[in-house]
């Protein structure tokens, strides 16, 4: 290994937000060093010699964002020779989605700010972020159609407008209803109870329904076949 | 960028082979230099300051194997502290199919030999490498339940079984036959041909079959939902 080599690496996160209010969110950092000083940004940083990638990007989120989410999963390796203006840096990324209520935010070392932006609202962002945003995004998209979605994102029960709310939102756009209650009612993974729905306005109130957790993580380990 | 790094990156590829009388197979090279002198492993190397990720890993196949494969996708990235004796390397891997028999293997640089090895008969490798190539192998068994599979690998016509066999190479299982006929059948990337399959034993032989490289390559990339 006597080759020299000029090249840095970084892990960096997308962490998704879902609330069935606010829809899907991204978690950015506001920078506080050249180069894109102030700019937003996803969290992330340099590689440490004797971390391995997974306890990197958990401390970076951690400093960064003051966030612990233990269950992020490796997106993909960027690593165009120039998408760092000051050094070769290569980035190995991770995302993840989870619910933006049971965390609380704090910015520190690198980071300025940090804050949730919806997806359809994210501000210019430094190197290419954007690009990474996107390729995460279309992960998630797809994942969705080989394993379940919602166990720790929904209240414990909640109405089936709910999860279809969840679908149509992660998808970005509109399902066949009957199809899809159909589809995923078949799986096995949901369960109607017999307590109704408390309705603010008019209509007919329908049943609740959970998870069966059970199910629902042999599931996610053993995969569905799903298409919304 | 002021903290200082001691890590370097490298490429590494699982390329897997398919032929009907021979299986699955993986190409490797026998290492030359230390450490693990003399044993097998995958082709691959570190990455040049000036060049793509992808240039690095189509350089090294060339390099060290003699072929050169332009579809190679980007598998998961191994960073773990210790996977190799010399330094903390961090390897970025890529996978592909294709058909052994449009190659001719040539070892040069760091490989003293290059040969194809069955997926059932795999030598003790260097490093992770064994890891690597099972983690390339389940996302291949995954990835063909979303694409379309077989048209770089099989003849221009062929009969039925001869994709029957594709499949279950490499999902490594029996199949249910009825049911993957009807299923694959369905998603009309395959035509029928009025051709009969030349039999040397008996039975009834059976009409050829050919892609429909439009519908093929729209399917590839639009996707498909299919449980084998």
């Not at 440490?48 to 992020?72: C, F, P, Q, V, W």
């Not at 190197?127 to 998630?140: G, M, N, S, V």
Request: charged letters at 30%.
């Amino acid at each position: 290994m006597a080759v020299s080599q000029n090249i840095k690496v970084a892990v960096d996160a997308v962490v998704f937000g879902y609330t069935s209010k606010e829809g899907l969110s991204v978690l950015l950092i506001k920078r506080n060093i050249p180069p894109f000083k102030d700019a937003w940004a996803l969290p992330g940083g340099l590689v440490g010699d004797l971390e391995s990638l997974e306890d990197a990007i958990h401390r970076e989120l951690k400093e960064e964002t003051g966030i612990s989410i233990n269950y992020l999963e490796q997106l993909y390796s960027f690593g165009q020779p120039n998408r760092d203006p000051r050094n070769r840096v290569i980035s190995i990324t991770y995302y993840g989605l989870v619910k933006p209520d049971a965390f609380e935010l704090h910015a520190d070392t690198d980071a300025a700010d940090v804050a949730w932006f919806n997806i359809k609202n994210i501000p210019q962002l430094a190197f290419d972020h954007a690009e990474i945003i996107q390729t995460a995004h279309d992960r998630l998209k797809n994942k969705i159609q080989y394993q379940p979605l919602g166990f720790e994102l929904l209240e414990e029960k909640f109405p089936f407008s709910e999860l279809e709310k969840l679908y149509t939102t992660v998808l970005d756009r509109p399902i066949d209803r009957r199809n899809f209650k159909k589809k995923i009612t078949g799986f096995g993974f949901l369960e109607e109870t017999k307590e109704k729905q408390q309705l603010t306005g008019a209509g007919r109130p329908g049943n609740l329904f959970r998870f069966n957790e059970e199910k629902y993580f042999r599931l996610k380990k053993d995969g569905i076949t799903f298409e919304v």
